[in-house]
């Protein structure tokens, strides 16, 4: 639970205080199951997985990003991760501390820094990223293949949408 009522608690209130309002109720319980759900799922990640490793919800991502893409411009990470330059610089720190990642200047561009992983960095997410993969397992075992496969679908085109693409 998110918050101090369930799920139905929560939109039993809300459609008694909206009711006769002009309001779309699906609508609704759509964006906000899914702002929900997305932070239920992140909590959890944080609090099992990800803290065996002393991650961050962020800092994964960051790994994450750096380990497809790089090298990686900083501002790319912040674009891919969606999260501000000045999050971005604390995480790169922090990681970079750790020996996870390392920054360096573009060899064409001075203003530019480039992000790789140090071997130490790929190393975590080769173990890492199985272990999160079980846990995306487990949490859409309630799901079908097909309905996974739809639900990824239906979650593609919301964010395609929001992001005007």
């Known amino acids: 639970m998110a918050g101090a009522h369930t799920l139905a608690e ?24 899914l702002f929900r759900a997305a932070t239920a799922v992140r909590n959890h990640f944080e609090r099992t997985v990800l803290a065996q490793h002393d991650l961050s919800w962020t800092a ?3 790994l994450w990003v750096v380990w497809i893409w ?20 604390g995480v790169l720190t922090t990681l970079e501390g750790r020996g996870l990642l390392q920054r360096r200047k573009s060899d064409t561009d001075g203003r530019l ?12 997410m080769v173990e890492l990223f199985p272990e999160f993969n079980a846990g995306e397992v487990a949490i859409s075992s309630m799901f079908s293949n097909d309905q996974k496969d739809q639900l990824a679908d239906m979650l593609r085109s919301l964010t395609a949408f929001a992001e005007g693409k």
């Open 10 to 33: 929560t939109e039993r209130q809300v459609s008694s205080k909206l009711n006769g309002l002009p309001i779309d109720f699906r609508a609704t319980a759509v964006a906000s199951n």
């Open 113 to 124: 820094v480039l992000v790789d992983l140090t071997q130490s960095g790929r190393d975590l």
């Open 70 to 89: 790089e090298p990686i411009e900083t501002r790319q990470i912040a674009d891919e991760g969606g999260f501000s330059k000045a999050t971005l610089t």
């Open 60 to 62: 994964f991502v960051v």
